[in-house]
C-alpha cells in the first residue's frame, strides 16, 4: 500500500491544521493506521493512531485534546485535525499502516509497515 501525506504547513501558535493520508494500492479499512512526527534533531514519536474498524483510537498525551483522528475508509484517507497548535508541535509529520490493526491500537513505529512521504507542519510564535 502507498500512503500520501498532505495538509502541512506554516500556523501561527493557537491556529490550526488538518493532515490527511490517502492510501492507493489496497482498502485502507483493514490497516490501523497512526500519525507519527519527528523534530530536528529528535526521535520519530507516536502521535495518534486508530484500528482499521475506526472504533479505536489513541493519542500521545502532549497532544490529547488538541488533536483528533479520523479516517474516511470509503475514501481510503486518515485525517489528523490539530488545533490549538503550539510551536513544539512543529515536526514533519508521517502517516502509517499496521497491518495488524484492524482492531486495535498501536502505538510503536516497529508496529507499522507502511509508510508515507511525511509532511511538514511549521508553528511560529
Known amino acids: 500500500v502507498q500512503l500520501q501525506a498532505s495538509g502541512g504547513g506554516l500556523v501561527q501558535a493557537g491556529g490550526s491544521l488538518r493532515l490527511s493520508c490517502t492510501a492507493s494500492?489496497?482498502?485502507?479499512?483493514?490497516?490501523?493506521m497512526g500519525w507519527f512526527r519527528q523534530a530536528p534533531g529528535k526521535e520519530r514519536e507516536f502521535v495518534a493512531s486508530?484500528?482499521?474498524?475506526?472504533?479505536?483510537?489513541a493519542y500521545a498525551d502532549s497532544v490529547k485534546g488538541r488533536f483528533t483522528i479520523s479516517r474516511d475508509n470509503a475514501k481510503n484517507t486518515v485525517y489528523l485535525q490539530m488545533n490549538s497548535l503550539k510551536p513544539e508541535d512543529t515536526a514533519v509529520y508521517y502517516c502509517?499502516?499496521?497491518?495488524?490493526?484492524?482492531?486495535?491500537?498501536?502505538?510503536?513505529?516497529?508496529?507499522?509497515?507502511?509508510w508515507g512521504q511525511g509532511t511538514l507542519v511549521t508553528v511560529s510564535s
Open positions: 502509517a499502516a499496521d497491518r495488524d490493526g484492524t482492531w486495535r491500537v498501536r502505538s510503536p513505529t516497529f508496529a507499522y509497515d507502511y
Open positions: 494500492g489496497r482498502t485502507l479499512s483493514v490497516y490501523g
Open positions: 486508530i484500528s482499521g474498524s475506526g472504533g479505536s483510537t
